[in-house]
Nanobody, 123 residues
Framework: QVQLVESGGGLVQAGGSLRLSCAAS????????MGWFRQAPGKEREFVSG????????YYSGSVKGRATISRDNAKNTMYLQMNSLKPEDTAVYYC????????????????WGKGTLVTVSS
């Protein structure tokens, strides 16, 4: 069973950048597709970005496409999300997720979740 721990959240001004990290333990991350989700106050959790086991395929929601880059380093069992041109509407708790299947990441039904890291974007 894999454990996921997010880091890198914080307070940033609009237009700024952040890089989130997700460290996986308890199993080789290369066995899993991984992804990022977020939940803003008063809203449902939503898919942000996903990446296949090898990193060869990446997926983005329309709300972050062009502003975010997902990547992974399987040797370090770590996934990243670089977010640029941040907007106040990006404010949310960001969750890391993992699953055997890409489709479960894209469908929002992964088996494993981290506890989240808060990103606050001030205007």
């Amino acid at each position: 069973q894999v454990q996921l721990v997010e880091s890198g959240g914080g307070l940033v001004q609009a237009g700024g950048s952040l890089r989130l990290s997700c460290a996986a333990s308890g199993g080789a991350s290369s066995y899993y597709a991984m992804g990022w989700f977020r939940q803003a106050p008063g809203k449902e959790r939503e898919f942000v970005s996903g990446i296949s086991r090898s990193g060869g395929n990446t997926y983005y929601s329309g709300s972050v496409k062009g502003r975010a880059t997902i990547s992974r380093d399987n040797a370090k069992n770590t996934m990243y999300l670089q977010m640029n041109s941040l907007k106040p509407e990006d404010t949310a708790v960001y969750y890391c997720a993992a699953d055997d299947l890409n489709t479960d990441i894209l469908n929002g039904t992964p088996d494993y979740w981290g506890k989240g890291t808060l990103v606050t974007v001030s205007s």
